[in-house]
């Protein structure tokens, strides 16, 4: 999600019982709104924030925003967080981390990408309507390129033995390139 989706957050967007978290429209005119759905790890965060939540600032209302932020402590659970970016930096430095906030976005679609996951997937995920603008995210590594390559190869090789084998048993030569 973009920084300024995720500061927008509120606790109405998330189904718990489909496990699933709705974006409303972005600021950028690709954001038309999407839905995404939670994995196990998300969920999990997503609980635990929850508790946390509650714990601190009662049971949330609908409308509220789920990262609360700004100097005004007795209506957090009403602000929108000003930015992430702070807290970003202060997990980074502490975590001994290198990278920009907007870096785990791209990491991401990348990791997608690689992992085969279809366009039309990856940018219902990461709310791009053209493929040019997922091509700006979706850096794939040339290790990623060479296992690709190396696969179609292996698929390849397995193929032409499976020829020669059939050939073999029908007493048939063939050629095979």
């Known amino acids: 999600m ?25 600021e950028t005119d690709a954001g038309t709104g999407r839905t995404i759905p939670l994995n196990g790890t998300l969920l999990d965060a997503l609980v635990d924030h929850t508790r946390w939540y509650s714990m601190r600032f009662g049971d949330a209302k609908p409308e509220w925003y789920m990262f609360p932020g700004g100097g005004d402590r007795r209506r957090t659970q009403r ?44 940018m219902g995920i ?7 603008m997922l091509s700006r995210y979706a850096h794939i590594r040339t290790e990623a390129k060479r296992r690709a390559l190396e696969e179609a190869e292996r698929n390849r090789a ?20």
């Open 79 to 122: 602000c929108r967080s000003p930015h992430s970016r702070p807290e970003w930096n202060n997990v980074r430095k502490k975590a001994g981390g290198a990278g920009r906030w907007h870096d785990s976005r791209h990491t991401l679609i990348t990791e997608l990408a690689e992992n085969g996951a279809g366009d039309e997937t990856i």
């Open 126 to 132: 990461a709310g791009h309507v053209s493929r040019q």
């Open 2 to 26: 973009r920084d300024a989706e995720i500061r927008g957050l509120t606790w109405s967007q998330i189904d718990w019982e489909k496990k699933i978290l709705t974006v409303g429209r972005s």
């Open 158 to 177: 397995a193929a032409v033995e499976r020829m020669r084998e059939a050939s073999k048993k029908q007493d048939v030569d063939v050629a095979v390139p």
